[in-house]
């Protein structure tokens, strides 16, 4: 269904608040990635985008911490779906570790705005969606450990090193544009392998 401004949008049938939800919350991401700042979203840009009323958007979302709280969470889950397909393809967890990774950073380079908001503090909201994200990544690098493919002493301060390495790769990658970077796949794999303490060179 198209929405933007100037477009009518057509009431769901009843019983379809769910569906108005999530157009309104993809309404607020063609705001986003429009506006690049998470600022740039508000109640009433998102209205109309999405082609609602503002009544119709105050039934789903009291105030716009709550809009863009579903946005984070929702780009959260989007971000570990491609992660989990691009995992199924690995042969090991260190291969898989490194595939996950490289998924996370072409999620953040294809939308940087997107992977700012997941990271952004939203005054009353869960951060849910993102611990259970980050658990995920404590234990793959844990079974890494078991499997004797990681020297890793202490998953958890481990891992966190891998996120805030891969947020820093993504970041200088979509800002600092003109640098001579090594290539994505390389950069993730010598920042994961070292950070993780990967032994010997992963599968993939």
Known sequence: MKTGPGVTRRQNPRGQ???LRAEIVDAAFEVLDTEAISDGVTLRAAARAAGVTAPALYAHFAN???LRAAMRDSAFESMVH??????AAAADPA?????RARSVVDFAVAHPARYRLMF???????TEVGERTFAALVDVLDRCV???L???QDAVTDAAHVLAALQGLAVTRTTMTEFHWPALDVAVRDIVTRVARLIPPPMV
């Open 17 to 19: 608040g769910g569906r």
């Open 64 to 66: 716009v911490d709550e």
């Open 82 to 87: 491609l992660a989990d397909e691009a995992a």
């Open 95 to 99: 291969g898989e570790l490194l595939l």
């Open 120 to 126: 952004t503090p939203i005054p009353g909201s869960s």
């Open 146 to 148: 078991a499997a004797r």
């Open 150 to 152: 990681s020297a890793s």
